[in-house]
């Protein structure tokens, strides 16, 4: 769920996220509402708790695919700003973008909860997120123009910086606050989306 679009991947090599962003970016998240619109009816003879059951899957999924068209019609909007302050689309110029968009969110969330640890300040936010590049001097960036500035600024959160999967851990306690595992019923109509929608076969019984 990465982004092969600052690597100059071929089309062809895509990431899932770069799938959902630049191929049929609608139609994924219709089909997701779709599918889970049908499914609110539970099949003849089901009894009246595999009926609630269905109901309440259903309406979940309803709900996510509602975020994720959502998602779709602030990108629409959010975006064109974001290509005027940056300078292009996010495929020529993917740093500002981070940059710009870490920026609006930290101002956002610092807007609902002032003087939260998470992001200190706006000005340093993005560089949680690996903005802030140098040369690389760790063996897996050297040679690369791409290593992760931490320590460009103060201000950070108290956590471990450290490429240790001590570190790991300490950054995901700490930004991964959602990161519970997403319910069996959901990852099914995602990936049965994923087959309805990019799959070959099922072009044509797409409406």
């Given at each position: 769920m990465?982004?092969g679009?600052?690597?100059?991947?071929?089309?062809s090599a895509?990431?899932?996220?770069?799938?959902f962003?630049?191929?049929k970016?609608?139609?994924?998240?219709?089909e997701l509402?779709?599918?889970?619109?049908?499914?609110?009816d539970?099949?003849d003879?089901?009894t009246?708790?595999?009926?609630?059951s269905?109901?309440?899957?259903?309406?979940?999924?309803?709900v996510?695919?509602?975020?994720?068209i959502?998602?779709?019609?602030t990108?629409?909007?959010?975006?064109a700003?974001?290509?005027?302050?940056?300078?292009?689309?996010?495929?020529?110029h993917?740093q500002?973008?981070?940059?710009?968009?870490s920026?609006m969110?930290?101002?956002?969330?610092?807007?609902?909860?002032?003087?939260?640890?998470?992001?200190?300040?706006?000005?340093?936010?993005?560089?949680?997120?690996r903005?802030a590049?140098?040369?690389g001097?760790?063996p897996?960036?050297?040679?690369r123009?791409?290593?992760?500035?931490?320590d460009y600024?103060t201000?950070?959160?108290?956590?471990?910086?450290?490429?240790?999967a001590?570190?790991?851990?300490s950054?995901?306690?700490?930004?991964?606050?959602?990161?519970?595992?997403?319910?069996g019923?959901?990852c099914?109509a995602?990936?049965?989306?994923?087959?309805?929608v990019?799959?070959p076969?099922?072009?044509?019984?797409?409406?």
């Amino acid at each position: 769920m990465s982004s092969g679009v600052p690597r100059s991947y071929a089309n062809s090599a895509f990431y899932w996220s770069d799938m959902f962003h630049y191929r049929k970016t609608y139609q994924f998240p219709w089909e997701l509402y779709r599918q889970a619109r049908a499914g609110r009816d539970a099949p003849d003879g089901a009894t009246d708790e595999e009926r609630e059951s269905s109901r309440r899957s259903a309406e979940a999924r309803m709900v996510f695919a509602l975020g994720w068209i959502s998602h779709c019609a602030t990108d629409v909007t959010g975006h064109a700003w974001t290509n005027a302050k940056t300078g292009g689309p996010y495929r020529l110029h993917w740093q500002r973008h981070h940059l710009v968009e870490s920026h609006m969110h930290a101002h956002n969330y610092n807007g609902l909860h002032g003087g939260s640890p998470y992001y200190a300040e706006c000005g340093t936010s993005a560089l949680h997120f690996r903005i802030a590049f140098r040369p690389g001097a760790e063996p897996e960036y050297v040679g690369r123009d791409d290593q992760p500035a931490y320590d460009y600024f103060t201000g950070f959160p108290a956590y471990d910086l450290s490429r240790t999967a001590v570190g790991q851990l300490s950054g995901h306690q700490f930004f991964d606050l959602d990161g519970q595992p997403l319910p069996g019923h959901l990852c099914t109509a995602l990936t049965d989306a994923m087959r309805r929608v990019y799959h070959p076969v099922y072009d044509a019984l797409i409406p």
